[in-house]
């Protein structure tokens, strides 16, 4: 891959400027800057579990059913753990797309926590470096790290999928996240990612059975609302890095290979939009042309008229239009 500039304008908080002496922040979270031989352990059994049961899903629905109730738990718990994503440590945490009122602030961190995808700080320090080399040496999960052919985007694809998770060497929190470092409450979180690992999976299956006062009612809430949930968010945020580097639309301006996938808004919760995304890192909104679904920037806005959250950054039609990709002129 091409080398990266080494600013990377309006992309959030800068880790270069914000970026304190080591010995000056408190201890890294959990999840520091080597991941250790039992995370990657660990790590293995979050994805291959979930996924097994997104696989049987289909089978063992067509035997034996599924209830209304498992598919409200599942869409539910999918849906506060996207958007915790989404809002919290994606357009929030990492970009600053808004400022927050402390409440709220503390929510989308425990909300994004329990999308199961690792300890926040981490996450957000991940994005960050991400947003600094996209699709260029230095980046995380660039699809086109191995080259363009179509073996290499192939072995690139899986990398931005999954493998660049398994990769030893971490990005640096105290150089990327300083910020979320210091505040002892998201440090905190960040910390007890296992907790709220625990509490996302045993939610559905602790409502399932005192709705149904049975341990039936318990696994089956278990096996959608749980695992089957966790697998399809993780592989539909996953394809953010892979897919969406990959294929898709790009009518605005971008130093990087970032595309729209529309089949994908939905459940992304907004986030396909993403070549808008990368061309204007810190909007709120992704979805800013007819017809682009965002849920993210709907509940932003709610967020905006309840007085929780304030310094909005909305896109207005001259910085959308300043943005896209030229047309070329048709020949004379």
Not at 289 to 315: C, H, N, T
Request: hydrophobic share 45%; net charge positive; with cysteine.
């Amino acid at each position: 891959m091409p080398s990266s500039p080494d600013v990377l304008d309006e992309t959030g908080p800068s880790p270069s400027s914000a970026a304190a002496p080591a010995a000056a922040l408190p201890p890294a979270t959990l999840g520091g800057d080597q991941k250790r031989s039992i995370e990657q352990f660990a790590l293995l059994a979050f994805i291959v579990v979930p996924f097994i049961a997104l696989l049987a899903a289909v089978p063992l629905a067509w035997g034996w059913g599924v209830s209304w109730l498992d598919i409200g738990l599942l869409v539910a718990m999918y849906f506060i753990g996207c958007h915790g994503i989404t809002i919290g440590f994606h357009r929030y945490f990492t970009h600053g797309s808004f400022k927050a009122k402390r409440p709220l602030r503390i929510a989308l961190a425990v909300m994004g926590s329990l999308a199961v995808e690792g300890p926040l700080v981490r996450w957000v320090a991940d994005h960050r470096k991400h947003h600094r080399f996209s699709d260029a040496e230095g980046d995380p999960h660039s699809p086109w790290r191995f080259g363009e052919s179509l073996p290499a985007l192939m072995k690139g694809l899986w990398w931005a999928h999954i493998a660049w998770m398994f990769d030893e060497e971490q990005t640096p929190q105290q150089k990327y996240a300083p910020d979320l470092i210091k505040d002892p409450a998201i440090r905190g979180i960040s910390r007890h990612f296992l907790t709220f690992t625990i509490v996302s999976l045993a939610i559905p299956p602790l409502v399932g059975g005192l709705v149904t006062m049975s341990w039936w009612g318990a696994a089956t809430a278990f096996f959608w609302g749980s695992l089957v949930r966790v697998a399809l968010l993780h592989h539909v945020t996953w394809s953010i890095n892979s897919i969406c580097h990959a294929v898709g639309k790009r009518p605005f301006k971008s130093r990087d290979r970032s595309g729209n996938v529309w089949w994908l808004a939905v459940l992304s919760c907004g986030e396909s939009w993403h070549n808008l995304h990368h061309a204007d890192p810190t909007s709120a909104r992704h979805g800013v042309m007819r017809g682009q679904i965002d849920s993210s920037a709907r509940l932003i806005r709610w967020f905006e008229k309840l007085g929780w959250a304030y310094d909005v950054r909305w896109p207005d039609a001259d910085r959308i239009a300043s943005r896209r990709t030229p047309v070329p002129a048709d020949p004379a």
